[in-house]
T-cell receptor, first 115, second 115 residues
Framework: DAKTTQPTSMDCAEGRAANLPCNHS???????VYWYRQIHSQGPQYIIH???NNETNEMASLIITEDRKSSTLILPHATLRDTAVYYC????????????????FGKGTKLSVIP | GAGVSQSPRYKVAKRGQDVALRCDPI?????LFWYQQALGQGPEFLTY????????KSGLPSDRFFAERPEGSVSTLKIQRTQQEDSAVYLC?????????????FGPGTRLTVT
């Protein structure tokens, strides 16, 4: 799986948009970008994933650059409950029934939402 | 609906003791993963099951670690002759693989402390 690079930490004011960047310059054509987050003392939580088009769900938006070498996770209106470590992970998507689909976590970005 | 559950949530073991950690995945989920998370680090892959078959155990750190999922549902991670370096949070995740979707849903983890 391709390697990702994320800032170690970021702050965001409550109610503002949080924009979390991720670089994945060695991403392959069949690899998706996945985002998970981990709130203190909990297991990681799936947020969103995408291949090349921008994606949006009830939790966040994912913007992927045209060359797919970087992406940004956007939390439109950050709340205190969004304080967590956010992991950007690149891996083969879909399911072909063969092989293992483990996630390779880096150190992530620790997002602190400030009141 | 019920998510992934793990038990016990906390386990303290004396060095040399054997421990068994249980994971109840989301009902119907085909894939099951175990991860180990050391303090301040991201989770690291240990092993993967597809139904009852253990397809990948490349992440198990030593032959003291053993996992099973005999009926393709509940899984147990066993650590024999525990050592202090085994102290970590052990996370279980499951995914359905239906419709090509393979996002993983994590349990809360079991925090193992070896004294």
């Amino acid at each position: 799986d391709a390697k990702t690079t994320q800032p170690t930490s970021m702050d965001c004011a409550e109610g503002r948009a949080a924009n979390l960047p991720c670089n994945h310059s060695t991403i392959s054509g069949n690899e998706y970008v996945y985002w998970y987050r981990q709130i203190h003392s909990q297991g990681p939580q799936y947020i969103i994933h995408g291949l090349k088009n921008n994606e949006t769900n009830e939790m966040a938006s994912l913007i992927i650059t045209e060359d797919r070498k970087s992406s940004t996770l956007i939390l439109p209106h950050a709340t205190l409950r969004d304080t967590a470590v956010y992991y950007c992970i690149v891996r083969v998507g879909g399911y072909s029934g063969a092989g293992s689909y483990q996630l390779t976590f880096g150190k992530g970005t620790k997002l602190s939402v400030i009141p | 609906g019920a998510g992934v559950s793990q038990s016990p949530r906390y386990k303290v073991a004396k060095r040399g003791q054997d421990v068994a950690l249980r994971c109840d995945p989301i009902s119907g989920h085909v894939s099951l993963f175990w991860y180990q998370q050391a303090l301040g680090q991201g989770p690291e892959f240990l092993t993967y099951f597809q139904n009852e078959a253990q397809l990948d155990k490349s992440g198990l750190p030593s032959d003291r670690f053993f996992a099973e999922r005999p009926e393709g549902s509940v899984s147990t991670l066993k650590i024999q002759r525990t050592q202090q370096e085994d102290s970590a949070v052990y996370l279980c995740a499951s995914s359905s693989n239906r419709g090509g979707r393979n996002e993983q849903y994590f349990g809360p983890g079991t925090r193992l402390t070896v004294t």
